[in-house]
């Protein structure tokens, strides 16, 4: 190999390395960007959640009812279930036995009208 062509290699070895450093950090920017935007989309999530289970009143919403109705089926229900845990770990909501006339009903109640 001649000195010519060494210093191609060289150079292309250099720009390599740049373009590395600047993927990474453009993979960290889009890391920082993505998590804030899913914090801010996970509290708005929330609240529409917390609206629909407090519009539900007294007798709350059953999974079944959550699978057939906006905001709810929107979402996967493992995402579902990430936001509904937080709700009640926040003791916003509850999951409990909500009486009728017939038999008990599992449901998400609002804390204030369980």
Sequence with gaps: MDMFEERIIELVGQNLSML????????????????????????EVRQEFLTAIRKAGNQGLTEREMNRQSPFRRY??????????????????????????GRKRMAYAAVSFT
Aim: aromatic letters at 4%; proline letters at 2%.
């Design 20 to 43: 590395h450093q600047l993927v990474s950090l453009l993979e960290k920017r889009n890391k920082k960007q993505t998590y804030l935007l899913e914090e801010i989309k996970s509290e």
């Design 76 to 101: 996967p229900l493992e995402d579902r279930n990430i936001i509904l845990n937080m709700l009640i770990d926040d003791e916003e909501i509850k999951y409990c036995h909500i009486e009728t006339k």
